[in-house]
């Protein structure tokens, strides 16, 4: 469910480029996949996308956490928002 309101960003250069090192990792499994490369190689690389990938999930917690407080808003509300963000990304 995608929200309406757009969002600003405190660093949003630093999201991006987190972004496209992401991508850049999805296509060296994709690569190494195509060029039948050994299962521990792959899996290494597959690991390492998805720590990039926890970092970027942090990361826009963070900035979120930062523009929610910048605004005002109360400190239980920007905990009850990071909660159910937190949930979202852990999938609970």
Do not use: F, Y
Not at 5 to 33: I, N
């Amino acid at each position: 469910m995608a929200s309406e309101r757009k969002h600003h960003w405190v660093d949003k250069k630093s999201l991006l480029d987190r972004a496209k090192k992401l991508e850049g990792q999805a296509t060296a499994v994709r690569r190494m996949l195509d060029e039948d490369r050994s299962c521990g190689d792959i899996l290494q690389q597959v690991a390492a996308l998805n720590s990039a990938a926890q970092r970027l999930a942090v990361l826009l917690l963070e900035d979120h956490i930062q523009v929610r407080c910048g605004e005002g808003a109360s400190g239980e509300d920007v905990a009850e928002e990071a909660g159910k963000l937190i949930g979202r990304v852990l999938k609970i």
